[in-house]
């Protein structure tokens, strides 16, 4: 019987007031059972379940006020934090803000100043969005289970504003806990994750979003290491230079010769595979300055993963990166499976 029904007489009533009493007892057990074990469980997969069922439970209910309840961002957010906790991962750290009631993290590596938050939109994909700047790092759909870096955010955030106010190796720290998050989910859960510019592999390329680069952009970085360190040299058949930077690290700014599309791409090769492309716009002056003062023509593509249908069968959108403005700029990428271009 629906309680949202029209009902007329006392008894009607009545039954109606009792009916909605005995939904919300039983809705408000499942969502007692369900918070337990999004609190205390220690199996990642028990974890995912409460979680997700938590975030799509509707309290609702015509006739009864269902007591004060957390959010669907909050629970992802608790879900982050009990599963980097179940890995001893303690650089993250989550707490319930007294004013509203909505839980919020720190990064230890760069204080309590940026706080973050999850924002969940109507289909259940939720963004790790700093609030200050508002920049969505990363995508997560834990139904889908899809975890996707947003590239342009990345950049944006660490490499144009929290540059200005943390040293490299501070933001790298601040990084870390948020990949580590990623490969928690792969290996416990079967997550598809994209870690987009945060991929240290070294055949990972990172494809640029408009495919044809002006070779103008690669002269003024032939210029940029004239009377540095580094050596900028055009690779063996002339589809693009390489720049060799300190120990051993090499950036190739490259299109493949035998591929027809000829799209160009960054390839950031080490001896260890333990340098991403978001390392050397990091740490690297040199090619930082050169990549956003170029960044219409240089941003690397973003990728957003949608749901194409029931089954859940994956397809991709392409989001242009837009040119840098005055200290803002763009870039965004998103988990899924995860093509050799970047999101």
Request: no cysteine.
């Amino acid at each position: 019987m629906s309680n949202n029904r029209i009902v007329t007489s006392p008894s009607e009533r009545v039954q109606a007031l009792s009916d909605s009493f005995k939904d919300v007892l039983n809705l408000g057990q499942k969502y007692v059972e369900l918070l337990d074990r999004l609190a205390q469980t220690k199996d990642a997969k028990n974890l995912l379940s409460a979680t997700n069922k938590l975030a799509k439970m509707d309290l609702a209910n015509a006739f009864i006020d269902f007591p004060p309840h957390y959010k669907a961002a909050d629970y992802y957010l608790i879900f982050m934090d009990r599963l980097l906790k179940m890995h001893g991962d303690t650089a993250v750290n989550v707490v319930e803000n007294e004013l509203n009631h909505e839980f919020e993290a720190t990064v230890a590596a760069i204080g309590n100043e940026a706080v973050f938050k999850f924002e969940v939109d109507s289909r259940g994909e939720a963004a790790f969005t700093e609030q200050d700047q508002h920049e969505p790092l990363f995508h997560l759909s834990l139904e889908d289970k899809l975890m996707q870096f947003n590239n342009r955010a990345l950049v944006n955030y660490f490499i144009i504003y929290a540059l200005k106010q943390h040293t490299d190796l501070e933001l790298r720290d601040a990084v870390k806990p948020l990949i580590d998050f990623a490969k928690y989910l792969q290996k416990d859960l079967d997550f598809t994750i994209d870690l987009g510019i945060l991929a240290t592999a070294n055949d990972r390329r990172f494809m640029l979003d408009k495919p044809e680069l002006p070779l103008t952009v690669i002269d003024r970085l032939f210029v940029a290491t004239a009377d540095k360190d580094y050596m900028l040299m055009n690779l063996p058949q002339n589809n693009g230079a390489e720049l060799l930077l300190d120990q051993g690290t090499k950036l190739d700014i490259a299109f493949d010769p035998d591929d027809y599309s000829q799209e160009w791409f960054f390839l950031v090769k080490d001896s260890d595979e333990q340098i991403s492309f978001f390392d050397v716009l990091l740490h690297y002056d040199l090619v930082r300055d050169w990549y956003l003062s170029n960044r219409s023509s240089l941003a690397v593509r973003t990728d957003h993963m949608e749901i194409a249908d029931e089954q859940s069968q994956v397809t991709t959108v392409v989001v242009e990166d837009e040119p840098l403005d005055e200290g803002g700029s763009s870039e965004t990428a998103s988990e899924k499976p995860a093509p050799a271009d970047e999101r």
